[in-house]
């Protein structure tokens, strides 16, 4: 029984607030609704509330397509590999990139990632001050990349400033798609350069990358600007999700006492904070999903037509009653983690999952050995902006105590 | 007591093998592959946990 729709018309994909706002805003909607018709002046789309119907829908990628993965490009000029493919495409790339991102290889990386992250703390340390944002959250997914790719560490600034133009939104919130584009081009034209050469070389060389470059599609070798394509979409995937998902982890344990004392005492006696790590991924899960309707369906209670677009925010699914008691608040002691969808579900689940894991659990880990006592800045109020993945502007830390 | 998966949804978040790693092992890509599907005497309440840990709901237990 389809009921009439729901339509919305306060609601925006895009916007900037309070940090708290980012994944508040759909607390109201959430207890009235589970799939709404939002109306903006410029689109129009589902949005789906409710816990079960976010993973259902996330699982029948038949009738979801990810031809389109956000409402904000109903029209997107390049299909992203593997992320805008259905299966059965999709299943050849997901099968030759899942072993590179198994737990157990992205275990192997764990070391440097403690290296890495010692080095920047003990530098943020000395200094006694920081933006979490600038000197710490952005810099470690970056390394992790370069490393994974099989890429030289030196590239680090020059990858560090084609990340910001591509992904950081102007100070209002708005995304400049010039300045995206352009630092896009400059993605796509490093990895096209570097493949050419190692093409050129004989040598396949280090890393993902090497390993890319003996990709076989149905006995075909890969071509290269499908391998080009990936390596943009691994680029653009594992950046700013790490790093915002890390930002306001932070900022809540800068904001919460009794929270932040409980990780600085886990840190410090050597106990794992994986159950924090996921506890933190769940109440401020950073992306929302979107999907293409290819047939006609009915999703509680809402008919939706073929064509339609629908965005699937996993910060509101991860704080529905229906995944876990109290899913409303935020608690660091329930001592089982809850099954959150803050990696998405169904064929395309967060291929980077288990490597965002382990830099969250040693980036936290690292930094509340070595900084305990910490709070925002005296004065200052950091600002959230939110649109396919939420995240802070600047997150300046201090009052690191003695 | 006996591990039922349904492997069609099954999306490698390995969140069970992270409960429970000797249960719940896993192929090279990630997935979940049991290779025993019988619950050790003792075992029933971390095969528990495990199967409510997965995020597709992709796992159930049957008691034999
Ligand atoms: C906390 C950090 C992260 C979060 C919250 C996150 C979240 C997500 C989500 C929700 C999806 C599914 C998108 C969809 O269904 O349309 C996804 C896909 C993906 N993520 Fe992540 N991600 C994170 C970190 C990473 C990292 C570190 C990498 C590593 C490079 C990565 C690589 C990918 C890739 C390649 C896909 C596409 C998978 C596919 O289409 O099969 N992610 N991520
Ligand atoms: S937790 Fe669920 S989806 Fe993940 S590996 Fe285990 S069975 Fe598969």
Redesign the interface.
């Known amino acids: 029984m389809t009921t009439p729709t729901t339509e919305v018309t306060d609601h925006r994909l895009v916007g900037v607030g309070a940090v708290d706002e980012a994944g508040d805003r759909f607390d109201a909607l959430r207890a009235r609704h589970r799939v709404v018709r939002v109306i903006e002046p410029e689109r129009s789309y589902w949005m789906v509330l409710d816990h079960d119907l976010v993973?259902e829908c996330l699982?029948n990628p038949a009738v979801f397509s990810s031809e389109v993965i956000t409402p904000l490009s109903p029209d997107p000029p390049l299909s992203m590999i593997p992320i805008q493919l259905d299966p059965p495409e999709h299943t050849q790339w997901r099968?030759l990139l899942?072993?590179y991102?198994?737990?157990?290889t992205m275990g192997l990386l764990r070391p440097r990632l403690e290296e890495r992250t010692a080095e920047l703390v003990a530098a943020i340390r000395a200094r006694g001050a920081c933006d979490y944002v600038e000197d710490f959250a952005l810099e470690l997914p970056t390394v992790v990349f370069l490393e994974l790719m099989g890429l030289p560490i030196d590239e680090l600034p020059t990858f560090l400033a084609w990340e910001k133009q591509a992904l950081a939104p102007t100070g209002e919130g708005d995304f400049d798609k010039d300045r995206q584009i352009g630092g896009i081009f400059s993605v796509v034209g490093y990895f096209q350069a570097e493949i050419a050469r190692r093409r050129e070389s004989g040598e396949r060389g280090d890393g993902l990358l090497g390993a890319m470059l003996g990709w076989e599609l149905d006995g075909v070798p890969a071509p290269d600007d499908a391998l080009v394509n990936c390596c943009l979409l691994l680029f653009l995937a594992g950046l700013d999700t790490v790093a915002m998902s890390l930002s306001f982890a932070m900022h809540h344990l800068a904001t919460h006492d009794a929270d932040r004392r409980h990780v600085a005492g886990l840190a410090a006696a050597g106990e794992p904070i994986?159950d924090v790590v996921e506890e933190l991924l769940r109440f401020y899960a950073v992306p929302e999903v979107g999907r293409k309707v290819k047939q006609d369906i009915e999703v509680g209670g809402q008919q939706l037509r073929a064509g339609d677009l629908v965005l699937f925010p996993l910060v509101a699914a991860n704080r529905d009653e229906a995944l876990v008691a109290g899913a409303d608040a935020l608690d660091l002691t329930t001592g089982?983690?809850a099954?959150?969808?803050a990696?998405g579900?169904?064929?395309h689940?967060c291929l980077g999952?288990?490597l965002a894991r382990i830099e969250m659990t040693v980036a936290l880990a690292g930094w509340h050995r070595v900084i305990p006592e910490y709070a925002l800045r005296p004065d200052t109020t950091p600002r959230a902006y939110w649109g396919n993945v939420h995240g802070i502007f600047a997150l300046p830390l201090a009052e690191f105590g003695s | 007591m006996r591990i039922v998966v349904d492997s069609g949804l099954c999306s490698g978040h390995a969140r069970c093998n992270a409960t429970a790693e000797d249960l719940f092992p896993l192929d090279d890509l990630g997935y979940v592959a049991v290779t025993d599907p019988t619950v050790p005497a003792g075992q029933e309440k971390r095969a528990r946990d495990a199967v409510s840990a997965c995020p597709e709901r992709a796992l159930s237990l049957i008691d034999t």
């Open positions: 993973r699982q099968r899942a072993q991102f198994s737990p157990r994986d089982q983690a099954p959150h969808l990696f579900a169904g064929p689940r999952s288990h």
